[in-house]
T-cell receptor, first 113, second 115 residues
Framework: AQSVAQPEDQVNVAEGNPLTVKCTYS??????LFWYVQYPNRGLQFLLK??????LVKGSYGFEAEFNKSQTSFHLKKPSALVSDSALYFC???????????FGRGTSLIVHP | DGGITQSPKYLFRKEGQNVTLSCEQN?????MYWYRQDPGQGLRLIYY???????QKGDIAEGYSVSREKKESFPLTVTSAQKNPTAFYLC??????????????FGPGTRLTVL
């Protein structure tokens, strides 16, 4: 069975500093990895997706994620955090096929002014 | 929220009542999903559907029912058998029939509160 772990319930960062939200996965075969963002009382919005190819994936709002096969990680990053980046972030994984993607429990990102 | 609408935004239910949450998509997607979100628990899958007139139970289907009579519509009924229905409910869709490589598109959610 596949699984996704987001080891931090909350990440705090000062505005202007770089941010990292961690995600590790357990998927048999080649993984397909996603990041979604959820603002309060809203649905999830797609940020970026890794299928194959370049390990550094660029997405919306200046976010990027780095796929690391040896560490089975897909950490979300941004060089300079904004207060408006404060939200709940979800990592998800699939393995290609007729399956439901697996979501992590979410990480709350708080960016302090 | 990408072509998926959910209504109502807020819903209040008395104990013992059934309520139906609406989900409509105009993306021509085959697959649709219902998730429940509780604080600190992430997303839990209630039901999913790959095609009209077909749906499957997810991890927490007890006390819920669904129908998929039209491609664009996937309503969720929360029955009186669901003992703790207060939660935020999210509907999602994806392009192909149950392909976990496809991006999911989410509606804005319905917050259900039991009085």
């Amino acid at each position: 069975a596949q699984s996704v772990a987001q080891p931090e319930d909350q990440v705090n960062v000062a505005e202007g500093n770089p941010l990292t939200v961690k995600c590790t996965y357990s998927v048999s075969g080649n993984p397909y990895l996603f990041w979604y963002v959820q603002y309060p009382n809203r649905g999830l919005q797609f940020l970026l997706k890794y299928i194959t190819g370049d390990n550094l994936v660029k997405g919306s709002y200046g976010f990027e994620a780095e796929f690391n096969k040896s560490q089975t990680s897909f950490h979300l990053k941004k060089p300079s955090a904004l207060v408006s980046d404060s939200a709940l972030y979800f990592c998800a994984a699939g393995r290609g096929g007729s399956y439901i993607p697996t979501f992590g429990r979410g990480t709350s990102l708080i960016v302090h002014p | 929220d990408g072509g998926i609408t959910q209504s109502p935004k807020y819903l209040f239910r008395k104990e013992g009542q059934n309520v139906t949450l609406s989900c409509e998509q105009n993306l021509n997607h085959d697959a649709m999903y219902w998730y429940r979100q509780d604080p600190g628990q992430g997303l839990r899958l209630i039901y999913y559907s790959q095609i009209v007139n077909d749906f499957q139970k997810g991890d927490i289907a007890e006390g819920y029912s669904v129908s998929r009579e039209k491609k664009e519509s996937f309503p969720l009924t929360v029955t009186s058998a669901q003992k703790n229905p207060t939660a935020f409910y999210l509907c999602a869709s994806s392009m192909r029939r149950l392909a976990d490589t496809d991006t999911q598109y989410f509606g804005p959610g319905t917050r259900l509160t039991v009085l």
